[in-house]
């Protein structure tokens, strides 16, 4: 999912410090040796079923230790800091770009990945890895609109559709500055990858205005105030909106018709994992079939796991697919360097 780079320098800082603090106050998981049963994961919220890992941990005999982040930015602080003692993450496919630059990744050795052959040819090869040497496709997606039909009394086509006055204190919108800064510049009819300053302080000023409808920004489960009633609608996650559906029929998706913002996620080993056999083992036991469509039933992100794909139910497999029009419109993130600054500086402006 969730995606971006560095925060602005500041949050960034706080990030970097924070992550520090934990490894002296003994948040890490280091001191481990290679052959232990043991497997550190940091990944995102509600992105993998706890009945998945336990069936690996009994299968396997690994213990699994969990943890969670919200954001691209968080993840890459943590790792970062080093001697964090994570085997595996997961990371947008941008930030992979990023890790690899730094050198904070290490080569996977596909001998011990089999199960690599799931993987649909459209999603390997990527920008960031064009060899597949550092990171396998985990999930992709797309940030939609939802919106929830008995609140609302307009038809919702599109971003500029979300100005309405309508929606003064009404929206929840993704916490990503890449998505919703990209949501602005579709809106203009400019790259969502824009690196123009120029373009980007016309997406600025288009956020700014926009500002006065959003309720919240949550990137974690934007669901919940869909669910609730508590928001007419929102620029969320494809799988939170399709989550929201099954408890309250009367929320609806919108594919925006400016474009949307597409991405996909991937398993990435930091270098110093102390038990890189373990993540890789992990990483092929996920793309069996029969384990990625499990985790599909529960989190209907797109998969790219195309045996599993035929396992899913109809309905399921529906809700996943992205007409070729909306696809052809859409736009992944790539990495936009040093226009990274210009990003984090109208976040930060958006978000104080």
Same mark, same amino acid.
């Given at each position: 999912? =969730?995606?971006?780079?560095?925060?602005?320098?500041?949050?960034?800082?706080?990030?970097?410090?924070?992550?520090?603090?934990?490894?002296?106050?003994?948040?890490?998981?280091?001191?481990?040796?290679?052959?232990?049963?043991?497997?550190?994961?940091?990944?995102?919220? #509600?992105?993998?079923?706890?009945?998945?890992?336990?069936?690996?941990?009994?299968?396997?005999?690994?213990?699994?230790?969990?943890?969670?982040?919200?954001?691209?930015?968080?993840?890459?602080?943590?790792?970062?800091?080093?001697?964090?003692?994570?085997?595996?993450?997961?990371?947008?496919?941008?930030?992979?770009?990023?890790?690899?630059?730094?050198?904070?990744?290490?080569?996977? %050795?596909?001998?011990?990945?089999?199960?690599?052959? %799931?993987?649909?040819?459209?999603?390997?090869?990527?920008?960031?890895?064009?060899?597949?040497?550092?990171?396998?496709?985990?999930?992709?997606?797309?940030?939609?609109?939802?919106?929830?039909?008995?609140?609302?009394?307009?038809?919702?086509?599109?971003?500029?559709?979300?100005?309405?006055?309508?929606?003064?204190?009404?929206?929840?919108?993704?916490?990503?500055?890449?998505?919703?800064?990209?949501?602005?510049?579709?809106?203009?009819?400019?790259?969502?990858?824009?690196?123009?300053?120029?373009?980007?302080?016309?997406?600025?000023?288009?956020?700014?205005?926009?500002? =006065?409808?959003?309720?919240?920004?949550?990137?974690?489960? =934007?669901?919940?105030?869909?669910?609730?009633?508590?928001?007419?609608?929102?620029?969320?996650?494809?799988?939170?909106?399709?989550?929201?559906?099954? #408890?309250? =029929?009367?929320?609806?998706?919108?594919?925006?018709?400016?474009?949307? %913002?597409?991405?996909?996620?991937?398993?990435?080993?930091?270098?110093?994992?102390?038990?890189?056999?373990?993540?890789?083992?992990?990483?092929?036991?996920?793309?069996?079939?029969?384990?990625?469509?499990?985790?599909?039933?529960?989190?209907?992100?797109?998969?790219?796991?195309?045996?599993?794909?035929?396992?899913?139910?109809?309905?399921?497999?529906?809700?996943?697919?992205?007409?070729?029009?909306?696809?052809?419109?859409?736009?992944?993130?790539?990495?936009?360097? #040093?226009?990274?600054?210009?990003?984090?500086?109208?976040?930060?402006?958006?978000?104080?």
């Amino acid at each position: 999912m =969730p995606f971006k780079r560095k925060f602005g320098l500041s949050v960034f800082v706080i990030l970097f410090l924070a992550s520090m603090l934990l490894t002296a106050c003994g948040g890490n998981k280091t001191g481990g040796t290679s052959d232990e049963k043991v497997l550190n994961v940091f990944n995102w919220s #509600e992105y993998l079923p706890t009945s998945v890992i336990k069936q690996f941990e009994e299968e396997t005999g690994i213990k699994v230790n969990y943890d969670t982040y919200s954001s691209n930015e968080e993840m890459l602080a943590k790792l970062q800091a080093g001697n964090t003692g994570y085997d595996i993450a997961v990371a947008s496919t941008y930030f992979i770009e990023i890790m690899r630059n730094q050198d904070m990744l290490a080569k996977l %050795n596909k001998e011990n990945i089999p199960n690599i052959k %799931n993987i649909g040819d459209r999603f390997l090869g990527t920008q960031a890895d064009p060899n597949d040497e550092f990171s396998v496709p985990y999930m992709w997606g797309k940030a939609v609109i939802a919106y929830n039909e008995d609140l609302v009394d307009k038809e919702i086509k599109g971003y500029a559709d979300l100005f309405d006055p309508e929606f003064k204190d009404n929206l929840v919108v993704l916490d990503d500055v890449r998505v919703l800064v990209g949501s602005m510049l579709a809106l203009l009819g400019y790259s969502q990858n824009s690196t123009d300053e120029k373009e980007l302080e016309e997406a600025k000023e288009k956020l700014l205005e926009f500002k =006065p409808n959003i309720k919240a920004f949550d990137s974690d489960s =934007p669901k919940t105030l869909l669910v609730s009633g508590e928001v007419k609608a929102g620029i969320v996650w494809g799988a939170e909106a399709t989550l929201a559906a099954r #408890e309250n =029929p009367a929320i609806k998706t919108v594919f925006p018709e400016e474009g949307l %913002n597409l991405w996909q996620d991937n398993f990435v080993i930091p270098k110093d994992a102390p038990h890189k056999e373990n993540a890789e083992k992990f990483i092929d036991f996920i793309l069996r079939p029969e384990v990625s469509k499990e985790i599909s039933m529960e989190y209907p992100y797109g998969n790219p796991n195309v045996e599993a794909l035929k396992l899913l139910p109809d309905d399921i497999r529906e809700s996943l697919e992205v007409p070729e029009e909306d696809l052809a419109k859409g736009e992944y993130n790539i990495d936009v360097g #040093e226009a990274t600054q210009l990003y984090d500086r109208i976040w930060s402006e958006i978000k104080n």
